[in-house]
């Protein structure tokens, strides 16, 4: 084949997947591409189309809005969504008086950049002109036209193929923030066809898939799935029990109407009475439009709905025109994009992890893909139930989510992707790193290779044994302790205080200074507080709050394993679990001799007879960002967590404070974009009280 014919092969078939890939979007609501990939499928076939004219068609997806709206509905057949159930079926085709567009998108600055050097080129302006800009949020909604007649809703409608659409005008009437009439009649045109954006909030959308959850045990992927499902019913009741909410934003048909900008159109609709986004900014030149968008990348979490970009509009309409669109987009307009959080990749492979408490988990090894800029390839997948609940497939298409800074998970399975060879997942018999036949106790989700000895669980233990939260022994990494385990030089934790400098310095990448520093390290840790000695041993069911409090309690080591499953259950926030899983596990001899052999070699943890929990921050969470000057981090979060607060080491919407110390960076800009209260140190220090007052066990932790 020449290369001119691949282009033309690559062509039509980026015509067909991007045709059908609209029609699952704008009539099925179940799209099967996210819109990172669609948008990269539609400029590739852009810039094919542009290096080969004689090839352009009418009918080419790239000069067209979405899919051509449904008319008919057959009888007995649903659509493949679940969620479409009910929706889109048979509304009447609605002619919009105008077109309704669509918008063409930027990624970086440099992209915004090139459209405005266009838009120079076109208007004949200089390079240095600062055109006034009015940016709005890009909200992550679905496009609905508003027909007005002398100041009344006559019709609404879907977009459709851009030109038709379909009435939807019985479910928008439900829609309470959307007014029947518009409130002020005098400048009011006798005919204005009305755009904006129907959506949920999250708040809602949570309360929906809770009561779908409930009923059917079926719920929507996202909000925007969320929001057409719930506007697209043929019962309007429906669509009233969901509480959509609408912005409006752009107009399409009109006649006589006096407005010559964009932010006098949002103002004289926030006169009407319609809703419009408060978060809109006129800019003057692409460099405080680059602010906006830069500030609203993290803004955007502070949001109880969802938008994906934001939408850079030139103010002027008398420029509008000049200007003009090119087929299917403005060129007055550009949507800048933000990366986005929910992508698609394939699972190629489930492997199985083994932690230090046997437990086998499940991970999905992913094709990489970028997901809110950070490259993703492993998606934990709980375990075997988890899988068969999702019905995850080795060779599936699935969608993938960082949401803030948790760990990926998979969000859902594009089921509609499947060829039929793909495998189903069948948890191992025996464990994959020591192949003891594995037990699963009735009851329990989690698999476990029962064989204390398994070279994975002892790996696992020694590396949280060594951690920072336990005994933070720091230079210590997992090739060392891999090397250590491996050449039997230590078999149990107690053996890192055994250690010498001979043994050390036969270990790769290990020379006599890093030893020497990594022998002190090793010495310091034996006089950790008691808390984190209990957190480091490992015992199933105990954090690090939990061996807090048992350790504030119990005082000591002792008393701690002398302790009855009984007594441990007496703790107040200590549960049935974790008192059966302490008493199991200080019973059984191995882990008597453990601590017996710790203590001979001579870990001696401080003990907490001085640190009694209160509950006076029970509820409230904190983060600390930055350097305190009276504090050691550490110390801080310990106080937190002695007064039953929380410690976390990320900022979300549930902080209650974050603790911001000098040169604070990210997590203070994000408490400040999320409206989390931000204390200084001695903000803080008021807050607990006095310093002095802070137990003594506390302070000399922090010298
Ligand atoms: S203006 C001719 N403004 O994004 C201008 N669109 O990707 C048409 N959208 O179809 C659109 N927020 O559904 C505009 N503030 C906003 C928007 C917005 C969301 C949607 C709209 C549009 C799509 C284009």
């Known amino acids: 084949m020449t290369p001119e014919q691949h282009e033309r092969e690559r062509l039509n078939e980026l015509r067909t997947i991007i045709g059908r890939a609209n029609s699952a979007y704008y009539v099925d609501d179940a799209p099967f591409l996210a819109d990172s990939e669609y948008d990269a499928l539609v400029r590739e076939l852009r810039q094919l189309e542009q290096r080969h004219p004689e090839w352009d068609s009418v009918s080419s997806p790239s ?22 159930t009910q929706a889109s079926q048979a509304f009447a085709p609605v002619v919009h008086g105008a077109p309704m567009l669509s918008l063409d998108n930027a990624f970086s600055l440099s992209e915004l950049t090139a459209w405005e050097q266009r838009m120079f080129r076109i208007l004949g302006l200089n390079s240095g002109t600062n055109i006034e800009y009015v940016c709005e949020l890009k909200i992550d909604g679905l496009s609905v036209s508003i027909l007005y007649e002398d100041g009344a809703l006559v019709r609404a409608s879907t977009r459709g193929d851009g030109t038709t659409g379909e009435d939807i005008t019985a479910n928008v009437l439900t829609i309470k923030s959307i007014p029947h009439r518009l409130s002020r009649y005098e400048g009011i045109p006798s005919r204005i066809e009305i755009r904006g954006e129907i959506f949920l909030s999250h708040q809602e959308f949570a309360r929906i898939n809770a009561s779908l959850e409930e009923r059917s045990g079926r719920t929507f992927a996202n909000c925007r799935n969320a929001a057409a499902g719930s506007l697209r019913q043929k019962d309007p009741e429906v669509t009233a029990s969901r509480n959509l909410h609408a912005l409006f934003y752009t107009v399409g048909e009109v006649s006589n109407w ?3 900008q964009q932010s006098m159109l949002l103002q004289q609709y926030h006169e009407w009475g319609l809703p419009t986004n ?3 900014k006129r800019c003057v030149g692409l460099a405080e439009v680059s602010r906006f968008v830069e500030e609203w990348e993290t803004r955007k979490e502070e949001l109880d709905y969802d938008i994906d970009g934001v939408v850079i509009k030139v103010d002027s309409f008398h420029l509008q025109n000049e200007l003009g669109q090119v087929s299917r987009a403005p060129r007055w ?15 190629e492979r489930i492997d199985v992890q083994v932690g230090r408490t046997g437990a086998l988990t499940p991970v999905a090894i992913l094709t990489p893909v970028a997901v809110g800029g950070v490259i993703v390839s492993r998606a934990t997948l709980h375990n075997e139930d988890e899988i068969r609940r999702r019905d995850v497939r080795v060779g599936d298409t699935v969608v993938v989510q960082r949401a803030g800074e948790v760990i990926p998970e998979v969000v859902e399975v594009v089921t509609a992707d499947r060829s039929g060879a793909e495998c189903e997942f069948i948890m191992p018999s025996h ?65 890192f205080y055994l250690l010498d400098m001979e043994k050390l310095i036969s270990l790769d990448r290990m020379g006599e200074k890093l030893a020497t520093r990594l022998l002190q390290n090793i010495q310091s840790s034996k006089t950790r507080p008691l808390r984190k000695l209990i957190f480091a041993l490992g015992i199933r069911h105990i954090g690090d709050r939990s061996a807090s409090i048992l350790a504030s309690h119990f005082g000591t080591l002792e008393n701690l394993r002398n302790a009855t499953s009984k007594e441990l259950a007496e703790v107040h926030e200590i549960g049935q679990a974790m008192a059966d899983s302490v008493a199991v596990w200080f019973n059984e001899p191995r882990h008597r001799e453990l601590v017996d052999k710790l203590i001979r070699v001579g870990v001696k943890p401080q003990e907490s007879t001085a640190l009694q929990i209160t509950t006076d921050l029970a509820g409230k969470s904190f983060v600390f960002t930055g350097t305190l000057t009276k504090l050691k981090r550490e110390q801080a979060e310990d106080i937190v967590r002695s007064r039953g607060g929380r410690a976390s080491g990320s900022v979300s919407r549930n902080t209650s404070f974050v603790v911001a110390g000098d040169a604070a960076g990210s997590k203070l800009e994000k408490a400040q974009a999320l409206g989390v209260t931000v204390l200084t140190e001695d903000d803080f220090l008021d807050l607990i009280g006095d310093f002095q007052n802070v137990p003594e066990q506390l302070q000399l932790e922090a010298e």
């Not at 307009?333 to 990749?345: C, D, E, F, H, N």
């Open 63 to 84: 000069n067209q809005v979405g899919a051509p709206p449904v008319v008919t509905f057959v009888e007995g057949i649903q659509p493949t969504s679940s969620h479409s």
């Open 258 to 260: 006096s407005v010559s």
């Open 278 to 280: 408060s978060h809109v």
């Open 333 to 347: 307009a550009i949507a800048y994009k933000y990366p986005a959080l929910q992508v698609r990749t394939k699972v």
């Open 431 to 495: 464990c994959p790193i020591c192949s003891t036949p594995v037990v699963r106790a009735s009851g329990e989700a989690v698999t476990r290779c029962p064989n204390h000895a398994c070279p994975a669980r002892q790996q696992q233990a020694m590396e949280h044994f060594v951690s920072r939260g336990a005994m933070d022994i720091e230079g210590l990494g997992s090739r060392h302790i891999e090397q250590l385990l491996s050449t039997g030089t230590i078999r149990d934790a107690a053996d």
